[in-house]
């Protein structure tokens, strides 16, 4: 017989309701400082990545510069800037001036030889960078975390160029079928609206080599809003490169090792100001890529004369050799937000219909061939994947030669 007072021992299972307080409050905790360990952990791991990347891109400087709209430009020893990591361009220095394409006419632009460095907002500030420097946005640990990741930092998201796919859609116009070594156009700035950080819109010259699979090869530069690259909806300068179709090779401006910049006054990825006002003064560049006959290298020119750098021949396979189409226009990302077509726009946010002083065009446009002659473009086909989003329409006088409107406002009745 068992007295009331003694009982045979047995396990009791709590459930989470039932536990005395204290338990539910000590495995509470337990629980919670393991949590906090592991993200601080994960933390520190990612803080420690994100400065390792930032001291790999942002250079020792010889001065700095804070530009009016809060970029913080460095001014960069020439020998010290990125493309200088790369293995075939340790030890080296920028290379002199290469041969101008024949037929050349600097006079492109409709801004002076003198203010045509006032383009970009930061030389508003009054100051510039020394001889033997060049100009570099720096890298901010903010412009790091907007990024998808680290190692994709700089970078554009994998895309079939010749589709839509990926949610890019296109305005162009291009030439194909002949042998292609460089291609100069005019074409006017806005300010886009864009609808999500994640998307963007440009307007830009591409000169293309490759199959539009893996090996695709491209050299871009043109103007674009990108607020996930640089935090902001300002339109921007740009360039761009790839060897792999954008898989893992190349970068946006000066962000890997690639590009060789040689100039003192232009800093590539820095704001350009001022913009085309819908209906009333028109702001445009002019910007010319051609192949070096006599090094091979892709060389990149701004306005009227001004030499910003290039791109060293190894750096390519397919345009080691010259390019196999050029295109010309605008490019935006639609993620579609809210299940509906994004409302980002392209150009100046209007159709071509709406022509002088409202729509975005492209001028003046030519290609280098294969005796380093300057040409009018022929043959001129366009594409607009997106027509009812953005469209596309062109034509030739005597002032602009072949030239053509684009752009839209993306969302509307007709693109849903």
Known sequence: MVSSSTKPHSIILFSS?????FLLLFFQLDIASA???????TSVTKYKSIKAHLKRVNKPYLKTIKSPDGDIIDCVPSHLQPAFDHPLLKGQKPLDEPERPKGYNSNGTTIDNESIYLFQEWRNSGEECPEGTVPIRRTSKQDILRANSISTFGMKAVVRRDSSSGGHEHAVGYVMGQQYYGAKSSLNVWSPKVATSSEFSLSQMWVISGSFGNDLNTIEAGWQVSPQLYGDARPRFFTYWTNDAYRATGCYNLFCSGFVQTNNKIAIGAAISPTSIYNG???????????????????????????????????????????TMVQFGGEIVNTRPYGSHSWTQMGSGHFSW??????????????????????????????????NCYDIRGGSNRAWGNYFYYGGPGRNSRCP
Not at 17 to 21: E, K, N, Q, R, T
Not at 35 to 41: F, I, P, V
Not at 304 to 317: A, D, R
Request: aromatic share 14%.
């Open 17 to 21: 309701s039932s536990l005395p307080f």
């Open 35 to 41: 949590l906090t360990t592991n993200t601080t952990s």
């Open 281 to 323: 003064r028109q702001f445009d560049i002019t910007i010319l890529i051609w192949k070096d006959p006599k090094h091979g290298h892709w060389w990149l020119e701004f306005g009227s004369g001004i030499l910003v750098g290039y791109w060293p021949s190894f750096l390519f396979n397919h345009l080691g050799g010259h390019a």
């Open 354 to 387: 709406e022509g002088s002083s409202k729509a975005a065009y492209f001028r003046n446009m030519q290609i280098v061939d294969w005796d380093n002659n300057l040409i009018p473009v022929s043959n001129l086909r366009l594409v607009a994947d997106h027509p």
